[in-house]
């Protein structure tokens, strides 16, 4: 049996490789030590981070890069990280 695939005819052990590959894939991807999450925020917050970005003044080269401080120094205050 064949599939067509962007013009290109895939053997149903094409197929079987791709699909062993993709499991592999994405068992290697869960075991990674970090898993990342996104978080929406409300355009005005991300305005506000925007500008101590754009000033240059503290380090910050994108929204996450901010993001992960603040939440760490948060944390920290919290107690929960050292």
């Avoid at 994405?26 to 355009?43: A, C, D, G, Q, W």
């Avoid at 944390?75 to 929960?80: I, K, Q």
Wanted: aromatic share 10%; proline share 2%.
């Amino acid at each position: 049996m064949q599939t067509c695939v962007r013009g290109y005819l895939l053997s149903l052990e094409h197929k079987c490789k791709c699909l062993k590959l993709a499991i592999i894939t994405i068992f290697t991807m869960s075991k990674r030590k970090y898993n990342y999450h996104t978080v929406n925020l409300p355009e005005g917050l991300t305005a506000k981070i925007n500008e101590a970005i754009e000033s240059g003044k503290h380090g910050f080269t994108s929204i996450p890069d901010f993001v992960k401080v603040a939440v760490r120094k948060y944390l920290r205050e919290l107690e929960y990280l050292e």
